[in-house]
Each structure stands twice: as C-alpha cells, then as structure tokens.
C-alpha cells in the first residue's frame, strides 16, 4: 500500500515506490564505497540527497569517468582543508578534477616546497582516515558573503554567480558556483559531527573523506586567477587520485615511462631538433639529424602519395586578408591566426591552413568531371597562433608542416572516396610503426551552427560510416562533434605504451566549395558544385615527428634512424677496413659512420647505444683476416665475423623492408 507521502520513483528502468524522505543512496542501496554518488534525471547528485516523486535514479559507480571525477574532486576538497590548517592564512581559488587527478590554487605568501607538500599529503591522510562527512548546505547570496568573508576569491565567484556565461568551465568557476542554488559543503566530524572545514562548491562529493582509495601530490605550479595575467597569481597543487592502489601504481608507471619517452628530452639528447628562444615559443629548428629523419618521412609519403593518385601543388606561407574573407576563416578562426601585418595598404595573414589557396588552383580553369576525383596534395607549411601556455613540443607549435591534401570529387564518387582514403590512411601509418587503432566519427547534432543541407550530412555522415566499418576497427562516435561544415572521422592511434594519439582526419566541407563557387561540368553538360575532403595523415611532420620518438622511445626502426650504422673499430688498424664496409653500405644508401676518433672501444659502443643506432659494426683482426665484421645489435645481442656481403644485405633488407629491431 503506498501512501499520499510515498515517491514513485524510476530505478534502473524500472518502476519503485519508496518512503518519503528516501536519499537517492538509500534507494540505490549504496554501500558509499565503490557506488559514490547519484544520477538523478541526469544530474549527478550525492548520495545523500533526498528524492522526489517521479525521479529517475542511476548509480554512480568510482571507476567510471563521473565517479572518478566526483572522487577527484573531493581529494581536492580535502587538500585544500589540509593547506588551510597547515597555512592558515592561505585563500582559496578554484579546486576542480582534471584528467587523471585534481588541483587547487592557493594564494600564498611563499610557493609551496616539496617539504610543504609532504606535509599537506600527510596532514591530507589523517583527513582521510577521519571518514569526515561532506554535508550539503544551501545558502542565500548573502548567507555565502558573510561565511567567506575571509575567502576573497570566493566571493568574487559568488560575484559571478547569475552574471551570465562568465562560469566558463575552462576556468574552473562552475565548479563552485554553477547555475543552481548556491551551496556550501561542510566537512563534519564522523563522530561528533562538528564543523572542520567548509568550502564553497556546487557539488557533488563522496559521502566521506574516507572513501579516497589512493592519492598523491605530485607538483606545485604558478597559475594565474581565472587564466588572467592582469590577476594574482595563486600556487597550484596538482595531485592524483584514483579508485584503487593498483590503478594509481599502474598511472605512476606509465608517467614514469612516459617521461622517458619525451620527445623533447629524446630530440635534444639524439640532436635532432631545438626550439630557440630567440626564434619563439612553438617554432623549431630541425639539426641535420633531425632533418634527415623528417625527409626520409617526407619522401616515403610522397612517393606513397603519388602512387595513390595525387596531384602535387606548392603555396605560398602569406595571403591578403581577402582570400581567408572568402574561405570564412576570418570570421570563425581569426584567433587561432597570427596578427596581420600591413604591406601596400592591406593586410597579410600568415596561412593557418592550406584549403582555400588549393581552392584557387581548383578555380584557375574550367573542370571537368572527367578531371575528378582530383587530390591536391602538399606538404604545406602552416602557422596557429597557439597559446604559449599550451605550446608543447613538436606536439603542439605555431609552426608546423601538414601533409595536406584535398579531394574534389562528384556526390558519386564520395563513398568510394572515403573509403580508399581510409585504406591508405591506415596503410601508410602502419608502415610507420603504428598498429593499435580507433576511429572517431564526430557528427552534427540540433544545434543552428551548422550548415548546409540536412541530406548532405545523411549521405557523407553515412559514406563514413560505411569506411569505417569495412576497416573493421572500433567506431566511437561523437555526436555534435563535427565542425561546422561537415562531418569527419579522425583516427586514433595507440603507442608503445598505450597511450592515444589523434592523429590522420578526414573531414567532408560543404562550406568552402560554395564559398569560393567551386563547381565542374558534369556528363550532361550542366554545372554542378564538387563536394570536397580535407585530409591530413600525419597531422602536421612534426607532431608525427615527436609521437614517433615517444612510440619508439627514440629507437626509430633502421629505415628511419638518423644514422643506420656505426663502424666500431677495436683498434686504429681496423679503420681502413671499416671505411671500406662503409663504402659499400653508402652505395646502397645506407647512412653509417665510421667512429675513428681516440675513444676506446667501450666509449665507442656506449656513444652509439646512447644515439640508438641500430646497427653497430665491429672489426678486429679476425674480421679484417675473414674480410668480414662482426654485428652488435641496438638490443645487445651480437653476431660475429659475418662475410661483408651479407651484412651488407642483412642491412639494407631491413631498411627497405622497414622492418623494426
Ligand atoms: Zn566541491
Ligand atoms: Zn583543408
């Protein structure tokens, strides 16, 4: 029997009626450990909260992306509650999740020392260990104002509050206030339930400090309130927080790893490339090493890319204003370009991208269909103007090199485009090394933003899918993720340790053609306008670059090694012998080195190990007397006294077969 007070409520589909006053944990059965919050008619809510009649309730588990955010988030609660009883007189910024842990800013009189951060992660785990409950208080403006007097950021927040889209979630501030009622969370005593911390927050959080399976502080940084420079700057506390210890060992390790594998530190120890500061952040220089590397990258996608039936067109690096008014750029990319500069009265723009100047060559002359598809290919040197906050690398720079090419081709030829594309896509990477991948489909939603026919969007959206399906790879689909003009499938690849990397997009435009009022004549005479795919596979050389040395951990395989082979004599008489070997592998095309310098032998191998070449060529007397050299492997193992002819051919085998040692 249910009475007038009983709530109806959805859990798991399916239809319950429960007592008023019935906390969403409590209908969920909650044990507060590994369910930690609510989803509430799709709000994530705490466990705590009451129900309603007519709620739908779903469980928040730790492990998933929510839970863990949630988890996260209150670690950081928790650290900030540890600062503030360490360092009283710190004021509180913004403490939100982030991938893989949380933060704080803090505004300090001193940066935080490594010894303060022992501290707050010990102070952080008698917290921990309380099993303090987060309790959630509604407050009035006001309310709020008079509780934080002390927390000048915090009122500023509170500020905010109602002001309009100012609760930018890249800043951090609609983690406190958000668009509801304004809440503040007290931490209480398990016990007695007293008041130990209280902090400004829209929610949700665990149930109680304990439920932190595993955390740690990992470093401190200066930031700037709300991303400003014209504000304070506060110091930020990064740390990491996971469902479980194995989980949090298991990121500890791959971040151990990965520092290994950065692609900064491989390409300053392998002198492959520099980012001078005389020349700017974001903009590099490629050493005769590097360089090396880049054309042999270079010419294999060329040569890759004829074949695959494209055509070959150079651009120049600036255009008037003009042309990125016509391609629209101007309107919805200006800031991701460099400023203008002023010459013969206009204004000229560094190119951020290629497509609308390999419109123009489209555009020179009359086309026919029988010209399509045409593939417009370039390595095309582009400029972003990145933030130099998240400059990294030869990952994310203000200048970079696209292999840039775009298809026009009829509505007919479109699926069969597609599909050929993605063929090649994965072909080529594979060839460089990459074998774990994902697609991602982004596609249009409601939203007014985008343009041009709904019946287009249905035919390439589905042309894409259709590719994607036949390559028998995962699809993850992201739904209002297309960019304004078309929909696109970007490829995921995985590396050496796992990590993903956006890499190769192709993206179907139905902007620019009509933009620039690209069109062909079609079989029966009339003018039709060709639909157009952009299509980049490496992304830009040098990101390709950088994640190819953290895949490789700068052990590129032989075909892409700066120097193949390194002649290690084991004394001066053996040098002419090992020129002559050199000799005969350069002739093959083979880069190799001949080490005559005063080092001994050891010092020679370990130089060589240290610059991952992969093949080290030794000779002794024995050699000499055999007209043979003996073989040490980038991996240790060693092969001796091998006829010169044969090590010649194992070398060169391995190179033009692109194999991986
Ligand atoms: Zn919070
Ligand atoms: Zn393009």
């Not at 002023?342 to 489209?362: R, S, W």
């Not at 774990?436 to 287009?456: C, M, N, Q, V, W």
């Not at 639909?531 to 032989?558: D, K, T």
Request: some cysteine.
């Amino acid at each position: 029997m249910s009475t007038v007070s009983d709530l109806r409520i959805t859990l798991g589909g399916s239809e319950r009626v429960v007592p008023a006053g019935t906390t969403a944990g409590q209908a969920l059965d909650a044990d507060g450990r590994s369910v930690i919050a609510a989803r509430v008619n799709g709000e994530l809510r705490d466990l705590a909260g009451p129900l309603r009649d007519g709620d739908a309730v779903e469980p928040v588990e730790i492990g998933s992306d929510d839970g863990r955010a949630i988890m996260r988030h209150s670690a950081a609660h928790v650290m900030a509650q540890a600062v503030q009883e360490l360092f009283p007189e710190a004021r509180l910024g913004i403490g939100p999740p982030v991938e893989n842990g949380f933060y704080y800013d803090f505004d300090v009189a001193e940066p935080f020392t490594p010894e303060d951060l022992k501290r707050i992660e010990k102070r952080m785990r008698e917290i921990v260990k309380q099993g303090q409950r987060f309790s959630r208080r509604p407050v009035s403006d006001a309310e709020a104002r008079a509780e934080l007097a002390a927390e000048p950021y915090k009122l500023e927040l509170i500020g905010l509050k109602g002001a309009g889209p100012v609760q930018d979630a890249a800043d951090g501030a609609d983690v406190e206030v958000g668009g509801g009622e304004l809440t503040i969370y007290d931490n209480l005593d398990a016990k007695s339930g007293e008041l130990r911390w209280k902090d400004l927050c829209r929610g949700p959080h665990l149930p109680t400090t304990r439920v932190i399976p595993a955390f740690k502080l990992m470093r401190t940084g200066g930031a700037y309130w709300r991303g400003s420079e014209k504000n304070p700057q506060l110091q930020r506390v990064y740390g990491t927080a996971w469902e479980s210890r194995e989980k949090q060992d298991e990121y500890l390790r791959l971040l151990e790893e990965a520092e290994k594998r950065d692609h900064r530190r491989i390409g300053a120890e392998l002198d492959l490339f520099s980012f001078p500061t005389e020349i700017g952040s974001g903009l590099a220089v490629f050493h005769p090493k590097g360089g090396v590397v880049r054309r042999v990258m270079e010419d294999y996608s060329r040569r890759r890319h004829e074949a695959g039936g494209y055509e070959f067109v150079n651009t120049p690096h600036i255009t008037k204003g003009d042309l990125f008014e016509v391609s629209g750029h101007l309107g919805w990319y200006k800031d991701d370009m460099f400023p203008p500069m002023e010459v013969d009265g206009g204004d000229y723009y560094l190119k951020p991208m290629n497509c609308p100047m390999h419109n123009l060559i489209f555009r020179a002359r009359g086309r026919s269909y029988r010209e399509l598809p045409l593939r417009l290919f370039e390595f095309g040197s582009v400029y972003r103007f990145e933030k130099s906050g998240v400059v990294h690398g030869l990952t994310r720079v203000r200048g970079m090199t696209q292999d840039d090419a775009h298809i026009y081709c009829t509505k007919e030829q479109m699926g069969a485009e597609l599909k050929n594309l993605l063929t090649f896509v994965l072909d080529l990477l594979r060839d460089y090394g990459l074998d774990e991948f994902y697609l991602e489909l982004s596609t249009r939603d409601d939203s007014p933003k985008f343009i041009g026919e709904a019946a287009d969007w249905e035919e390439a959206t589905e042309a894409l899918r259709k590719a994607a399906d036949e390559s028998g790879l995962d699809l993850v689909a992201d739904p209002g993720g297309a960019a304004f003009y078309g929909p696109k499938i970007s490829v995921q690849a995985k590396d050496a340790i796992g990590r993903t990397w956006q890499l190769s997009t192709i993206q179907v435009d139905f902007n620019q053609p009509k933009r620039f009022g690209l069109e062909y004549q079609a079989a029966d005479g009339t003018r039709r306008q060709p639909v157009m795919i952009h299509r980049a596979l490496f992304g830009s050389i040098e990101r390709f670059f950088g994640v190819l040395l953290e895949h490789y951990a700068g052990a590129m395989p032989p075909w892409l090694s700066p120097v193949q082979a390194v002649g290690i004599p084991i004394g001066d008489a053996h040098v002419p012998h090992l020129e002559k070997v050199a000799e005969r592998l350069r002739e093959r095309g083979i880069r190799i080195e001949v080490d005559a310098s005063s080092d001994r032998m050891q010092k020679k191998i370990r130089n060589a190990q240290k610059q991952k070449v992969p093949y080290m060529l030794l000779a002794g007397d024995d050699d000499v007397a055999k007209d043979a050299v003996s073989f040490r492997y980038r991996n240790g193992e060693q092969k001796n006294a091998v006829p010169i002819g044969e090590a010649v051919e194992e070398i060169v085998k391995a190179v033009e077969a692109r194999v991986q040692i």
